[in-house]
Nanobody
């Protein structure tokens, strides 16, 4: 049974940092990514990483502030979020898929499995 379990969300002041984790079990994937959904808004892509080669693809608004990484030994992907802004407030979802599609990884259809989500709240 495939599971993606996120952790690390919470409340932080603007300018602060958080690190999210997503532990995958049941199989390995070619791509893992993070999406987020703010209240009243559609879910949007944040960042993704190629499991084998480590290629990454970021949403423009988080470049330079967020960093995705993976630990193959733990089958876990991390999202280090620095210089957080109020507009980063959202539920963050981990996602995993079978193919690295380059820029196409920003589309949710590329992912087969999703975590339950973890709340990130940035106070201004």
């Amino acid at each position: 049974q495939v599971q993606l379990v996120e952790s690390g969300g919470g409340l932080v002041q603007a300018g602060g940092s958080l690190r999210l984790s997503c532990a995958a079990s049941g199989r390995t994937f070619s791509v893992m990514g993070w999406f987020r959904q703010a209240p009243g808004k559609e879910r949007e892509f944040v960042v993704a990483i190629s499991w084998s080669g480590g290629s990454t693809y970021y949403r423009d608004s988080v470049k330079g502030r967020f960093t995705i990484s993976r630990d193959k030994s733990k089958n876990t992907v991390y999202l280090q979020m620095n210089s957080l802004k109020a507009e980063d407030t959202a539920v963050y979802y981990c996602a995993a898929g079978a193919f690295w599609a380059g820029p196409g990884v920003e589309f949710s259809d590329e992912y087969d499995y999703w975590g339950q989500g973890t709340q990130v709240t940035v106070s201004s």
